[in-house]
């Protein structure tokens, strides 16, 4: 056979080869595809039917399935309750019995376990008046409060509200896939001035929001801000004395927290350092255990 004719041939053979090469990683990229979308749906399914069983746990099981639990667990240690002040009074009597004896019964077991918890309880609610509606027993609330700490709402301690909001910022970034470095100062004021009804927790709601909707290493969120929410009382959350607070604050933050020294904040309020410092005494200013990030 002509020497040409073999090189055709291996050619043709070769040819052949490479496209059947092809078909094969054609079909198995097409069966991979399948799979993963096949993985795809699977996880999904289980993602809703996991919600499902938790929507259902929720709501055919009650304190004494969840609560009474938690406290076995926590035998020797410690137990938060947060929101006390929302549980049910037909189930406040077993949580009381669990805090003046000790003592808890597993669901469906006759069986009366011991168990020694320190618990820590919180509650935003009015309890004394949620005892005069009948809502709470007065027996439970002295049992719970034995050493009382009233924490000031965050309207009452502006000065924590920069580094709350760099808090929030640093233990959120990984999650939402963000870096941000700066915060601007417009946005920082209107953290300061707002009424903050919904204390810390509206707080963090507003800094992730925002973070969500910034792109790049700056905080935006002037549009993300709440309506405008009074405070309790007649103060509106702009009386001359909050927004000169929440003014003297801001300037502070800006400055690091110097009153003394090159780039002062008195200097920038215009005032001598004395009588920064007498304003901030009179308005309850304190100064933060560190001095939080600066602004952009």
Not at 236 to 242: D, T
């Amino acid at each position: 056979m002509p020497r040409a004719e073999v090189n055709e041939r291996i050619a043709a053979a070769a040819e052949q080869l490479v496209f059947a090469n092809a078909m094969e990683r054609a079909r198995a990229e097409t069966k991979l595809r399948q799979a993963l979308a096949e993985i795809r749906e699977l996880q999904d399914q289980l993602t809703a039917e996991n919600s499902a069983l938790r929507d259902e746990i929720t709501q055919s099981h009650g304190f004494d399935e969840i609560v009474f639990g938690r406290f076995e667990l926590a035998a020797g240690g410690t137990i938060f309750l947060d929101e006390v002040g929302e549980l049910a009074v037909e189930l406040q009597p077993k949580l009381l019995r669990v805090l003046q004896q000790g003592e808890f019964e597993r669901v469906g077991s006759s069986q009366t376990r011991s168990v020694g918890v320190r618990v820590i309880a919180a509650t935003n609610r009015d309890l004394p008046a949620a005892i005069s509606a009948g809502e709470f027993r007065p027996d439970l609330y002295y049992r719970l409060g034995v050493f009382p700490i009233q924490v000031p709402a965050l309207r009452e301690r502006r000065e924590d509200i920069p580094l709350l909001t760099w808090f929030f910022v640093n233990r959120k970034q990984g999650k939402l896939g963000r870096r941000i470095e700066k915060i601007p100062r417009s946005f920082m004021n209107g953290l300061l001035s707002y009424a903050w009804p919904g204390n810390v927790r509206e707080l963090e709601n507003v800094v992730e929001r925002a973070m969500i909707l910034s792109r790049g290493p700056i905080l935006q969120g002037d549009d993300v801000m709440p309506d405008a929410a009074p405070n309790e009382g007649d103060d509106n959350g702009h009386s001359l004395q909050s927004m000169e607070r929440a003014h003297i604050v801001s300037v502070l933050h800006e400055c690091a927290w110097k009153i003394n020294g090159a780039g002062n904040a008195a200097d920038k309020l215009g005032l001598n350092p004395s009588t920064l410092r007498f304003r901030m005494k009179k308005l309850g200013i304190d100064r933060p255990a560190v001095a939080p990030a600066t602004l952009a």
